[in-house]
């Protein structure tokens, strides 16, 4: 297989992860280089190619750069034989109208609210604010509560038709990355369809490859 890219990342970044799903389904290979460093972001070649100096980054083999984690999975889904179940295809406006709320949604309404409660209590990057940390955990039951009634109650496997889309991909790396430390044993109870279809998804070959074992917490973490 000749290769199809690199993605520049730190290792286990759940954006990359999701791409990396994608790009095995659609029989690219893109390789994330273990060696990278974060220091590179800020270094002119790399700015050159992604001026927000931020990662993940994608490098095509054929000289495409493209920053920012949902397009990057978006273009590795439009770039093989799975680009119409995964995008859903060029006359089906309805169902790619569909699996595009589900990207938003995954980017506008999980990530912002998994990730304060990793960078300000697992990472502590930033101070520390209840206030952040409540609301984010409180939009967070929210949405998965959503995602609960997208899937009647776990009756669904899929959140787009009968079989897996980029709505389940995007929607499951935050949220297997949140189980780790933030939707704890309480915060699953309130949504247990919800938690039925990611524990569906995560069994998939698919997520397996490339997730692997999904930790799951008892608690959420606590402040530092
Ligand atoms: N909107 C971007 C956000 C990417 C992002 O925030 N990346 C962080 C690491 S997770 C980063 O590169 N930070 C370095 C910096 O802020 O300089 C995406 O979804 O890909």
Same mark, same amino acid.
């Given at each position: ?11 286990? =970044? ?15 290979? @893109? ?22 100096? $931020? ?9 495409? %750069? ?18 119409? &179940? ?8 309805? $169902? ?7 990207? %938003? ?15 300000? %209590? ?11 940390? =409540? =609301? !984010? !955990? ?11 009634? *997208? @899937? ?38 309130? !949504? ?15 997520? &397996? ?5 999904? $930790? $799951? %917490?008892?608690?959420?973490? *606590?402040?530092?």
């Amino acid at each position: 297989m000749a290769p199809f890219g690199k993605i520049y990342s730190y290792p286990g =970044n759940f954006r990359v992860q999701r791409a990396q799903v994608v790009a095995a389904m659609n029989g690219l290979e @893109v390789e994330v280089p273990a060696d990278f460093q974060m220091e590179a972001t800020k270094k002119p070649d790399f700015l050159a190619k992604f001026p927000m100096g $931020k990662i993940p980054a994608f490098e095509g083999a054929d000289g495409f %750069c493209i920053a920012e984690g949902a397009a990057i999975a978006m273009y590795l889904a439009g770039s093989g034989p799975k680009a119409a &179940q995964l995008l859903g295809g060029p006359g089906e406006l309805q $169902k790619r109208a569909r699996i595009t709320e589900w990207i %938003c949604f995954a980017e506008t309404e999980l990530n912002p609210q998994v990730l304060p409660a990793f960078v300000m %209590c697992v990472l502590k990057y930033m101070p520390y604010s209840e206030a952040a940390y =409540n =609301n !984010a !955990a409180n939009n967070l039951e929210r949405a998965l509560k959503r995602i609960d009634q *997208a @899937v009647d109650a776990g009756a669904k496997k899929f959140l787009v038709g009968d079989e897996l889309t980029m709505a389940d991909i995007m929607v499951a790396g935050p949220l297997f990355f949140g189980q780790g430390f933030l939707i704890d044993e309480k915060m699953r109870a309130a !949504a247990p369809g919800a938690i039925k279809y990611l524990d569906g998804l995560a069994a998939m070959p698919e997520f &397996q490859s490339v997730f692997g074992e999904i $930790k $799951k %917490c008892e608690t959420r973490v *606590a402040a530092p």
